[in-house]
Every structure is written in C-alpha cells, then in structure tokens.
C-alpha cells in the first residue's frame, strides 16, 4: 500500500472519530527516557502494558519472541519455552553459570543445566526429550519455533513484529495480503508509512512512545487506500513485546463492514424517513458545529442565518385526507426545499441545510451568512415555491408557509438562543397573518421577554402586596362636584417600576390571576369608599367603580364576592359601581346575564365602559340590568375645541360627526333609562360640549389624574367647606 491514506474520517461520516484511544503511562522502567522528556499531551496517549497473549491463541502468544526471521541475532528475541533455559552466546544458564560464547557445540550438547551433554542430549539440535515443552518428543529443538512461525504465518489476523527504530522486521501473509503486497516486500519497511501513523501529530507521538519502550499500547483506526483503487478501514493495534526483545507486535483488523454498517445506521439515525432531509438531530450537531466553526473562523462572514418554517394548515391535510396523503405532501415540499437551497447556495462556499426538525416544521441553515437581505431573498423564493398547487396521485393541492428569519453573529450565540429567536419570529408571522416571512425584531422580542417576566410574577405579586389604587374622580358635569370614584390599579413592580394595567390586566385574563387579583381590587376600594364616608359624614357618600373582567363572571362566584366584600366593609350596594366592557355584555346569555341581573337587585350598579367600540346595540340594552354609559375616549377626543357658533374659531381637527353621533347616543340612553358618563375629557371645550348635549358624568384629566386616597379626602373636605 506503500503508505497512502485517506486520513481519518470526518466526524459527521463516523459514529465514533478516528482517533487515538489511549490510557495513561505506567512509571518508565531504568533505562528509559525520564518521563519529564515526554511531551505533556502524551500522556493521555499512552496506556499500561498490556498481556499480549490477549487476543492471541495461547501458543501463539507464548512464543511471539521466536516468530522472527532465522537471521535476526538470538540476542535479540531468545527462543521460546521449548528451549527455556539454554545458555546461548554467553547467557545465564539455570544453574547460575555462564556459557561463554561459542562454548555450545553447533549440535547443540549443552546440557540444560549448562553443563556439557554427549550428542543426542537436549540441545539446539538435539533431542528434546526432558525439556518442559516436548516431553518425550523426538526431534531438533527448534521444531517449537517452527511451529509458531507457523502459525505466525497462518494467523487470520494481520500481525508485523516491528523493531524500535520502527521498521518491519517480519509480517504474516494475512498482512501482506490485508496491503496488497508480499510478506517479503514488507520487511525493512517503516510501520508508520505503510499504516498511515504519521498524518496526524497524535497518533504519531503516540506510536513513537510505544516504540520507546514506554510500556504503552495505541488503538488508532485508518482508512487506507488499497493498490487495486479501493478503500479499506482499518483498525492499527501497536502493543510492546517483553522488554528484553526491544520490538513490538503491530496488528491490523479489516473493519471496513462494520464501518459502513455503522454509517447506514447513522445516515438512517440522523435522517428523516418521509422526506430523506437530515432530521432534527443532525441539524442540531450541523448547527453547533457551524456556531463554533464561524465564530472562530479568522476569514468568511462569522455570520449565520435560519429560516424556520411552518406549513398553514397543515393539520387539516391529515384530518380530511389521511396521513399518506400528508406524508407524500411533506415529501414534495421537502423537495422544493432542496431545490430552494441549491439555487441560494449556487455560486457560494456552502450550500444551504434543510432539515425536517418534526410534524410540519422545516428549517434552513445558511452558513457563512452575508446579512439579512440573502435570508429575505431565501424567505421569498421558498413562499414563492410552494405558492404553486401540488399534484398528489390526483389529488391537488395548495399549501403555504409562516416562516420565521433569524440573521446574526455567530459570535456568542447559542443553538438554543437561536432556535428560540426563530421559534418566536414565526410565531409573529403567524400572528401577523400567515403565509409570510417575519425579521427577527429585538425591541419586539424584549417586550414578549418583559411580557413573559410579568406573567411569571403576577400570581406572588398579589402576596407580596406590589399593587396599589389610585382613585380617578368623575365629576358631575351639571354642577361640578365630584359623585364617584373610579378605582385604577397599579403594580409597583421591583424590576420594572410603576406599572398600569394595560401593561399586566391582559396576562392576568390570559393566565387567570385575573380572579385573584379582582378580588383583592374589590375589596380594597370598597373598604376606601366606606373609610372616606365615615371620615366625612358631612360631605355626600361618593360611589367606588370599579372594572370587572369577563373572567372573573365565568371562573368565580363574583355575587358572593360582592356579597361578603360588602357585609365586610358595610359599604351601601348603591354606593359600588361594577365596569364591564361591551363586548364582555353584548349578546350575553346563561350565567353573564344571571350574574349581571343578581347583581343589580342586590343594589349594585352595573356600567358598560368603552362603549361605542362594539356591538353598540342600543335595542340590546334595554334588556339587560345596566344603568350606566361609559362613552369610549375616541368619541371625546374629537371634541377638542369649542364649535364656531358659539364665538371661537372651529379647528380644522374638530369633526361635526363625532358631536352628532355622541348626540344620539345620549339621547337614545336617556330615553333607555340610563346615564352616561364620557371618559378622556381633557380641556374645557370638550367639557362644554359634552355638557350642552346632555352628558351627565365627565372624567379626565381636566378635572384630575388617578391620585392616591388622600387627595380623595383633600377634595372631599374641599367640597364640605363649599357648602
């Protein structure tokens, strides 16, 4: 194979990286380089010695030291233990003797003590009757290491004995054969250019500390390149013989069917069934792999971009005409997709990924992004795709798409961060009207976050006491004085200051902390009510309003709230004014209007805040328990200055329609029985008006911001010392 490899695999093609398994030193043994010399990240590299005769037959491992060829000196590799104990070229005999050299007769008649044996006693070539390996055998003595050169030989795993400086010194034909080449062609040849050990500095280092002696053992895999054109992998085991030998054992394993089992059970792990696209797993590993790579990366754009679709209506495709249908409507999607994704990345170093991350969801990864506008041309091709109707066994077929876009510096962001950037910009492109593409909008997303933070927090917030009332008064527009209060709730939030309810009285409905939260308003503002009547028993009792949520009807018995709230507080039911708005009553059946109807007998009064912005039926009321109008500020608004008949110049921003129509609506609640009450009276003019066309109740800032109980008191004791 003369050296040539591939090198290791990339780690998206393995289950497991090519890499070097190691485990750490044992101490050197004397003799060997001081373990200071050896490089630091070696030391993960290198592992204990090892028994080889694990994995080998039980003979075959006795004798490897006899396996090599007859010219290497006997210095090196002794024989093995069918000549356990013959002193040869000077060594020790049992005995404790030394032979000197030459002093063994060539027939081999050194006894086994070392003592000198008449011809056919043991010997190199003598008779081996008596030795521990061949009782009773007859025949020379180097028979045993024929016998494991034999099976050296005939081993089905490859084997090469390699000496220190790293060359071959003999390989059986199961190596020559694994190569591509002959055993003899092998020998002298260095180890590391035939198995590919130096293409990657670990591997290296790590192989020359196993031929250092350092006791170690190395496990890399490889993939080399056969003489014939194909490919192979295989895995190179390099473990040390005795110390005495200074050689090692290097063995060869031929994995390449696992390996390519272990890729069609990867490619069919990380792929989606339906549509062949990469599933939501192997996006995720593309996805960190691409973060880490651009934000490290020194040339390219360090950016990185994702559209996040969802197909419209998609569910009803399964509901009506079964999940083959879908399926087979995924699987064209996914392939307009792909063809989306080759035409964005024709021309440029990466190709956009498409991936199926689950149901009807699919995604596209643009690496090396070059800023918003190429995910927008992506975002637009992708919708202008799918617009076209598809043909299924029949069946035809139009579907579109919310996609969410997702445009940023790889620099410090997170898979997570960015999944969930995109997650919530498509729910903004649903929201928004679906089947379009929605830009990823900071300001946005940190309103949804505060939004988030508020609704985890409302629930202990009403336990902690963070909110408080504010008592906005509604002035009588006849004369003046002031005939109510409406209760205003504020959040004195830790975070995020002082709070209004159109900032949390939606997340409380939605959540449900809205009944929790209406109780707490009740009873508080009937217990101020009853405190001012009894701190200015002079002054004319003042009626509380306060606002009722629809919810509080259906998940409360809001009729014995009210109920104990005012047996608690001794506050008159006449004196307690309850808010819900128009369309909360409007059309209103079963236990809204029970409720509303027990409520009024009780005493309670019962107002429709922000009319005009609905059903505005007026028919509808009059069989309903209410007894007051609250006119919606828009109508007001167009009031702001004084109409030229009566003196001041008419504003090219007043609008005559506003009056007529405020006109008849009072008229029309008057007739009815009712009252009516106008909000966002801001200036004296829009107070004039109103009081010309027969409104009976004004509030607004003219008269007063929401201010706290006290100034409440300070305007009663006012409006005492009048009188």
Not at 262 to 277: E, G, I, S, Y
Not at 526 to 531: E, I, L, M, N, V
Not at 594 to 600: D, G, K, R, V, Y
Request: charge should be negative; proline fraction near 6%.
């Amino acid at each position: 194979m003369s050296g040539t490899s591939d090198g290791p695999a990339p780690a998206t093609d393995l289950v497991r990286p090519a890499l070097t398994e190691s485990h750490a030193p044992t101490p050197p043994r004397a003799g060997n380089p001081p373990h200071e010399e050896r490089a630091p990240h070696l030391e993960s590299l290198v592992e204990p010695p090892v028994d080889l005769a694990a994995g080998f037959p039980a003979e075959l491992a006795a004798g490897l030291p006899a396996l090599l060829a007859p010219d290497v000196p006997a210095t090196l590799f002794p024989l093995s233990s069918g000549t356990r104990g013959m002193p040869v070229n000077g060594a020790a005999a049992p005995n404790g003797d030394t032979v000197p050299n030459g002093s063994a007769p060539v027939d081999g008649s050194t006894s086994v003590n070392g003592s000198a044996a008449s011809p056919g006693s043991a010997g190199v070539h003598g008779d081996t009757s008596g030795t521990d390996d061949a009782p009773g055998a007859e025949g020379p003595a180097g028979a045993g290491t024929r016998t494991f050169r034999a099976i050296f030989a005939a081993a089905p795993l490859a084997m090469a004995v390699v000496d220190r400086e790293g060359r071959v010194v003999t390989a059986n034909d199961t190596m020559a054969a694994l190569l591509g080449t002959e055993p003899a062609a092998l020998t002298g040849r260095p180890a590391a250019d035939l198995l590919d050990l130096g293409s990657d500095a670990r591997t290296w280092h790590a192989y020359r500390e196993v031929l250092r002696g350092r006791q170690a053992r190395l496990r890399c895999t490889r993939r080399l390149k056969h003489p014939e054109g194909h490919s192979l992998w295989a895995q190179v085991t390099v473990g040390p013989l005795p110390e005495e030998e200074r050689a090692v054992l290097l063995s060869v394993s031929d994995i390449s069917a696992r390996r390519e089992l272990q890729a069609r059970l990867r490619h069919l792990q990380m792929h989606d069934p339906v549509t062949r696209l990469p599933n939501r797993t192997l996006f995720f590993e593309r996805l960190s792999a691409a973060l880490e790579a651009e934000a490290n990366a020194e040339s390219g754009t360090g950016r990185i971009g994702l559209c996040y679709l969802d197909l419209d209506g998609f569910k009803a495709v399964n509901d009506t005409l079964g999940h083959r249908v879908g399926d087979r409507l995924l699987a064209a999607v996914a392939e307009r997709l792909r063809r989306c994704a080759n035409e964005a990345g024709f021309g440029r170093t990466v190709t956009p990924l498409v991936a199926r991350l689950g149901g009807d969801e699919f995604a596209v990864l643009v690496e090396e992004s070059t800023g918003t506008e190429q995910l927008a041309e992506l975002a637009e091709s992708v919708l202008e795709a799918l617009q076209a109707p598809f043909d299924l066994s029949g069946q035809r077929l139009s579907v579109s798409a919310s996609i969410g876009v997702v445009e940023r510096r790889a620099a410090g962001t997170t898979a997570t961060g960015l999944m969930q950037a995109a997650d919530t910009t498509l729910y903004w492109a649903k929201a928004d009207g679906k089947s379009r593409w929605t830009l990823f909008d900071p300001e946005r997303n940190a309103h949804r976050i505060t939004r988030q933070a508020l609704s985890s927090t409302l629930r202990p917030a009403v336990e902690r006491g963070e909110f408080a009332l504010e008592y906005q008064p509604l002035v009588c527009m006849e004369d003046g004085g002031v005939s109510g209060v409406e209760a205003l709730v504020r959040w004195n939030h830790p975070q995020f200051g002082t709070l209004t309810p159109n900032r949390f009285i939606g997340l409380a409905e939605e959540d449900g902390s809205i009944v929790q939260l209406g109780r707490w308003v009740l009873a508080t503002a009937c217990r101020q009510a009853r405190r001012w009547q009894l701190d200015h028993p002079d002054a004319e009792p003042i009626f509380v309003s306060v606002n009722v949520a629809v919810r509080q009807v259906w998940d409360s018995d809001l009729v014995a709230d009210v109920a104990a709230t005012l047996a608690e507080t001794g506050l008159a039911p006449h004196l307690l004014q309850l808010e819900l708005t128009e369309s909360a009553v409007m059309g209103s059946a079963g236990r809204p209007l029970q409720t509303l109807q027990a409520l009024s007998d009780m005493g309670v009064r019962i107002a429709i805040d922000d009319f005009g912005t609905g059903y505005s039926n007026l028919a509808y009321l009059s069989r309903l328990p209410v007894s007051v109008l609250k006119l919606d500020g828009s109508f007001v608004r167009g009031f702001q200055f004084e109409s030229a008949e009566n003196g001041a110049g008419a504003d090219a921003r007043s609008n005559p329609a506003d009056e007529v129509v405020v006109e008849a609506m009072i008229q029309l609640a008057h007739r009815l029985g009712l009252t009516v009450t106008a909000e966002c009276v801001e200036t004296a003019g829009q107070a004039s008006r109103l009081r010309r066309i027969g409104c009976d109740t004004g509030q607004g800032w003219l008269y007063s911001r929401p201010v706290t109980p006290d100034r409440i008191s300070a305007l009663l004791r006012s409006a005492c010392a009048r009188t």
